[in-house]
T-cell receptor, first 112, second 114 residues
Framework: LAKTTQPISMDSYEGQEVNITCSHNNIATNDYITWYQQFPSQGPRFIIQGYKTKVTNEVASLFIPADRKSSTLSLPRVSLSDTAVYYCLVGDFTGTASKLTFGTGTRLQVTL | GAVVSQHPSWVICKSGTSVKIECRSLDFQATTMFWYRQFPKQSLMLMATSNEGSKATYEQGVEKDKFLINHASLTLSTLTVTSAHPEDSSFYIC??????????FGSGTRLTVV
């Protein structure tokens, strides 16, 4: 699986837009980019997945440039409850037996 | 979406005893499940892949005789921590995937060995 690099931590104020960038220089042709959110003492929760360009759902947007060597998770107008660790994963997730390799993740702290 | 149930959510056991953690896929069948371990302030580390009807495959450095995995049905995988010691205290998380629905994680089990 392609290795990912993301900032260890980020701080934001409530109401701001937060952009977390992930580098994955060795991404393969069949790889997708998936982001998970994890709160303390809970399992990771799926946020969004994309292959190229832009994907948007009710909670976030995912921007992927043409070369796919990086991606940016965008959280609009964060609230205190968005304080969590965000993980970027890259791999072929089309099957049901793909090993997910977690990097360090980005610890987002949202304050008033 | 797919739901993965994990039980218990927390357990405290004495050193030297064994503890079993269950992971169930609700409303879908999972031929493959995964077990992760997470220490405080660290990322998730894959321990093993649980395969229904066959032996689990373990990641390098994970003792298969200490972390027994049984995947006897398409909806249940169990992880047994045998002869637990304080250094086994951790957060254990399972995951499974329903085809075309991504990977879902259980809520995790906090194991404390005293």
């Amino acid at each position: 699986l392609a290795k990912t690099t993301q900032p260890i931590s980020m701080d934001s104020y409530e109401g701001q837009e937060v952009n977390i960038t992930c580098s994955h220089n060795n991404i393969a042709t069949n790889d997708y980019i998936t982001w998970y959110q994890q709160f303390p003492s809970q399992g990771p929760r799926f946020i969004i997945q994309g292959y190229k360009t832009k994907v948007t759902n009710e909670v976030a947007s995912l921007f992927i440039p043409a070369d796919r060597k990086s991606s940016t998770l965008s959280l609009p107008r964060v609230s205190l409850s968005d304080t969590a660790v965000y993980y970027c994963l890259v791999g072929d997730f089309t099957g049901t037996a793909s090993k997910l390799t977690f990097g360090t993740g980005t610890r987002l702290q949202v304050t008033l | 979406g797919a739901v993965v149930s994990q039980h218990p959510s927390w357990v405290i056991c004495k050193s030297g005893t064994s503890v079993k953690i269950e992971c169930r896929s609700l409303d879908f069948q999972a031929t493959t499940m995964f077990w992760y371990r997470q220490f405080p302030k660290q990322s998730l580390m894959l321990m093993a892949t649980s395969n229904e009807g066959s032996k689990a495959t373990y990641e390098q450095g994970v003792e298969k005789d200490k972390f027994l995995i049984n995947h006897a049905s398409l909806t249940l995988s169990t992880l047994t921590v045998t002869s637990a010691h304080p250094e086994d205290s951790s957060f254990y998380i399972c995951s499974a995937s329903q085809l075309n629905d991504g990977y879902t994680f259980g809520s995790g089990t906090r194991l404390t060995v005293v």
